[in-house]
């Protein structure tokens, strides 16, 4: 039997922070010698970041990253280590995966399949590199050997598969079992969304049993350029089983994990099931001699029992949005968050997401380790709530149409939390505006007349001070808009929408509303719930900017907000028309009857089409699942349209 260890390690990388990343990358290797692993995978472009957009065609990227390389290189004794970098070949740059085996660089794998759906647009950056096809790129005045191509080093033979080539039906894997390959490496740069992580596993297993080899995958951990999280899915599997897995979500730099497999093994499987489609040429020989190991009792695979709980999602939901606020304060060296608090949903699970970022991350770090990632705050390391204070103001802001019930709770939601509570009557200032321009028009502003514009001047006398005093901390300002409010626009540009990121936006309103009574009621895994979050829960979401007597809620405005989210997945997710979706609301929401679903059909798309421009200014958000409004790095929609003028007619005919 012949035995080696294998290993693959998550990492925390920054587009374009040399320094870090190479740091990051050494970490994980001294770790990897440390417990004698021979074969260490690591993700995809994790010299020069993933998310690095067109400055992948920047030369001095590219220059940098070969730079980071060769001060790798040295450190790689006695070790193979895969490591994801772009390089440029014949005037086009390339996503490549280096192999580093014993202190030399032995060549490049190049991607065949580019990821270009959804959050990713790498065919803009890279070229694909054909099948079968391998040359010579020159480096430092020395050849190495490019482009589809595996290494037998030390008589064991590895391949690739980079990220999105395993989720392809001509998955690479299949000409690699055909050329006899022991191990199958996938550097990846997988972002989150919601139950991916069992597609991965699901493609893992498969990929070890139907090719008979061992298969390590590793993933990017944490936010690394803002909108996509990723949760630092690591897996090895060997002939169908699985080995190792980590556990997801880390608030550490990096995290390894490794495993012993009998190459012997998964050869006599070969034998017995492979077909053999011998291409010599594209195999480069390395000289490696493997320690002598002997098989050992795996480390226990036990993950959280979050993964298994029937509320997954909405760990799930916790786990990755607190990571991406705590990556998001420290990269962007702010201070501290501020959030406007209205006693509403939104803000309210905001404010609560800060706390939990808080316990979490100090659950795993430590008080100690935490405080030290946050390095460029002044933190107190006494208790939690001492650190929430510091990174959390909430700030209310009343006006004649706020109730005393979002009053209350909001100081209640921010005391309970730990946060800093300010409020401010921004009333007369709202008074101040309207006379103002009531006496500039000739024309006294009514309810009956201008009750839009009487809306959205209350929401947008609310930012100048809020934002006033995030700049005064240095601090970040969230946005508390969801993902629902932007799909019809139900959202005050410069108003709740002002903020440098926005967690929510990639969330829709139904579940947030589940979620919060979620956290009121039962709460993450080993951790507390909140309970006060019923001053929350038991409130019609309401924005609050018409008199208090006409009684406003946000879903006499719009819908129901669960109907919303079906016309909204049935339209961006599955490019439905309206008479589609009617006949799905037909099932669903009969009830309702048909004419009154005719009548939200065609609001909800008139008022898509109308606030494009709205989500074109939104701040940049969260991708939580496979239905992202966001224009930059999903959904593009023009910004003016014959707004499903024909379609809407169509449906209202039938």
């Known amino acids: 039997m012949k035995y080696i260890k294998v290993g693959a390690a998550s990492l925390n990388q920054t587009p374009l922070h040399w320094k870090n990343n190479q740091k990051n990358i050494l970490t994980a290797i001294e770790a990897a010698r440390a417990e004698h692993i021979s074969i260490l995978c690591l993700p995809e472009l994790c010299i020069s970041g993933y998310g690095c957009e067109d400055a992948f065609l920047s030369p001095s990227t590219l220059a940098q990253s070969q730079r980071v390389l060769q001060a790798i290189l040295p450190f790689t004794a006695d070790i193979i280590v895969a490591v994801g970098l772009p390089l440029a070949y014949q005037n086009r740059v390339y996503n490549t995966v280096a192999l580093l085996v014993n202190g030399h660089l032995r060549g490049f794998v190049a991607k065949r399949f580019l990821a270009g759906d959804g959050i990713h647009y790498e065919p803009r950056w890279f070229q694909a590199w054909p099948q079968n096809i391998f040359v010579e790129v020159e480096l430092g005045g020395q050849r190495y050997p490019i482009g589809d191509i595996y290494f037998n080093c030390g008589n064991v033979c590895i391949g690739f598969e980079i990220c999105e080539e395993a989720w392809v039906a001509n998955r690479p894997g299949i000409q690699l079992a055909e050329q006899g ?219 004649e149409n ?142 609050e900017l018409r008199p208090l007597e006409l009684q406003q809620t946000d879903e006499v405005d719009l819908m129901p907000y669960d109907l919303l989210n079906v016309i909204e997945k049935g339209f961006v997710r599955d490019r439905q028309t309206p008479m589609e979706i009617l006949s799905l609301l037909k099932v669903k929401f009969g009830e309702y009857g048909e004419k009154q679903l005719k009548v939200w059909i065609e609001r909800f798309f008139q008022l898509w089409t109308r606030n494009q421009w709205k989500r074109e200014r939104f701040a940049p958000s969260f991708h939580l699942d496979d239905e ?27």
Request: net charge neutral; glycine share 8%; hydrophobic share 40%.
């Open 181 to 399: 390959v022991d191990v199958i490496l996938n550097p990846s740069a997988s972002h989150f969304a919601f139950g991916k992580h069992l597609v991965r596993e699901r493609f893992v297993l498969e990929g070890s049993r139907a090719f008979s080899v061992s298969y390590v995958y590793t993933n990017l951990v944490g936010n690394e350029s803002g909108r996509a999280i990723y949760d630092g899915d690591s897996l090895i599997a060997s002939g169908g089983n699985l080995v190792a897995t980590s556990r997801r979500f880390s608030f550490a730099d990096y995290q390894l994990i490794s495993a012993v497999v009998d190459v012997d093994l998964t050869r006599m499987a070969q034998a017995r099931t492979g077909e053999c489609v011998p291409n010599l040429e594209a195999r480069i020989s390395v000289p490696f001699d493997y320690p002598l190991v002997f098989p050992n009792k795996p480390p226990s695979m036990t993950l959280p029992s979050w993964e298994y709980s029937p509320t997954v999602k909405e760990e799930e939901f916790t786990r990755a949005v607190t990571l991406g606020l705590f990556d998001y304060l420290r990269k962007s060296h702010s201070q501290s968050f501020v959030v406007s608090l209205s006693g509403g949903a939104d803000s309210s699970a905001i404010a609560c997401l800060v706390r939990l970022m808080v316990e979490l991350g100090v659950a795993e770090l430590g008080m100690t380790g935490f405080c030290a990632k946050l390095g460029h705050i002044s933190l107190s390391q006494n208790t939690i709530s001492d650190v929430v204070k510091k990174l959390l103001t909430c700030v209310y802001q009343a006006t």
């Open 402 to 543: 706020s109730s005393k019930t979002t009053q209350l709770a909001a100081a209640t939601v921010a005391r309970n939390l730990g946060a800093e509570y300010v409020e401010l009557n921004i009333n007369k200032l709202v008074k101040g505006y309207v006379e103002l321009v009531s006496v500039a028009l000739g024309d006294k502003l009514t309810w009956e007349k201008h009750d839009i514009a009487l809306q959205n001047i209350q929401a947008r006398t609310r930012s100048p001070s809020v934002w006033l005093i995030a700049n005064l901390r240095g601090a970040l300002l969230l946005a508390t808009s969801n993902r629902s409010e932007a799909a019809v626009g139900y959202a005050t540009m410069d108003g709740d929408t002002s903020g440098g990121l926005s967690p929510l936006a990639g969330i829709d309103k139904d579940f947030l509303r589940h979620w919060l009574r979620w956290l009121e009621q039962q709460g993450p895994m080993q951790f507390s719930s909140f309970p006060f979050l019923s001053l929350v829960t038991q409130q019609l979401p309401t924005a």
């Open 628 to 654: 992202s409004l966001d224009p930059k790095t999903w959904c593009r929609f023009p910004i003016l349209s014959g707004g499903f003028a024909e379609e809407l007619e169509e449906m209202g005919r039938g």
